[in-house]
């Protein structure tokens, strides 16, 4: 057994399931490429030779978060050989990967600017509120819904006698 492939079972039996699974894929994935190229998958890596596999999953085709996923495997596999001693620096420790934009549009939640004014705007007090909205029939025998409300305050007009307080 290599040194590499010793890097790589010593760095993969902290891990079990799904997590193990995927991250004895992308150092084959790391292997592989390294083969090709001509590299050991250990020895000798530099920064440039990481760099360089980011853009190699770039140019397949993978999306930047998948990329990132992609290279949480390749950083912690040689963040734990410089650990163990078998590598003298972490290579991957620096390497530039690339930046995730998150679409804020689809996201659940509060946006910035409602954060602030959410944040400012006054509240009632507990003691003096239900957390909730409480209601009250006049047939309590029919099982219904409770009406939605639109404030704490203001009832919602129905066919029925609920009223929301």
């Known amino acids: 057994m290599s040194r590499a492939q010793l890097a790589a079972v010593s760095f993969l039996a ?14 084959r994935e790391w292997f592989a490429w390294c083969e090709i190229s001509g ?27 998948s990329i990132v996923t992609m290279m949480h495997a390749i950083r912690g596999y040689f963040r734990f050989a ?5 590598i003298n ?14 679409d804020e549009s689809r996201t659940q ?16 007090s507990p003691s003096t509120t239900a957390p909730w909205p409480t209601c009250s029939a006049s047939t309590p025998s029919a099982p219904q819904k409770p009406p939605r409300c639109a404030s ?6 129905s066919a029925d006698t609920a009223s929301c307080t």
Do not use: C, N, W
Not at 14 to 27: E, I, K, P
């Open 82 to 86: 410089h650990i163990d001693g078998l």
């Open 152 to 157: 704490r305050t203001t009832p919602i007009p």
């Open 39 to 65: 590299l050991d998958p250990l020895l000798g890596i530099q920064r440039a030779h990481i760099e360089l596999y980011i853009r190699h999953l770039g140019e397949r085709g993978l999306m930047d978060s």
């Open 109 to 124: 939640g509060l946006d910035r600017l409602e954060l602030t004014v959410s944040s400012k705007s006054p509240r009632p």
């Open 89 to 102: 620096a972490d290579p991957a420790v620096y390497a530039r990967l690339p930046k995730i934009h998150r």
């Open 14 to 27: 902290r891990y079990a399931g799904s997590t193990h699974s995927l991250y004895a894929f992308q150092l």
